[in-house]
């Protein structure tokens, strides 16, 4: 039942325009690779938060996601990243200052493999990020989803499998690479 309602969630959000980036991360599980997450981001609905991911993985900034852990996985929910300062999902920063407003909340925590901000409030966004593992509408109006795997599902499906109920992970999960995909 759970790889049916998730092999349907990739077909998910299919109507997404295909200009909008597409973006990967290249895993690595206790120092091995893992293989590649590729994201489209909602550009076209989300423009200014898939511009931050975008240039987080590119790290056109001097700073960025490569080398960044996965640092809270709850199966059946989540995987959280993107704390590039600390590593523990209190420090990261956005390309637009330390944190940036709530853009919209038109698209909603519909299905598994989805893209959204992690948030300590409203307005808080910076440069941490979640992929759901279901649905989770309990968090529609507080965090902007603003993209979705595209390619490397069962990447996600491994993470999620090294994750607790608390959130701590089993083993070290890190993104090796991350960058812009062309055409």
Known sequence: MVWVA?????R????????NPRVF??????????????????EDVTPKTAKNFLELATGEHGFGYKG??????IPQFMLQGGDFTRGDGTGGKSIYGEKFEDENFQLKHTAPYLLSMANAGRNTNGSQFFITTVATPWLDGKHVVFGKVVEGTEV????????SQSGRTSKAIS????????G
């Open 6 to 10: 998730r092999k349907a969630a990739v």
């Open 12 to 19: 998910c959000c299919q109507n997404r325009t295909m200009s």
């Open 25 to 42: 991360f290249d895993i690595d599980i206790a120092g091995q690779d893992a293989g590649r997450i590729v994201f489209e981001l909602f």
């Open 68 to 73: 960044s852990p996965f640092h809270r996985v």
């Open 156 to 163: 996600v499906d491994t993470i999620e499998k090294l994750g």
């Open 175 to 182: 993104v090796r690479d991350s960058g812009k995909l062309e």
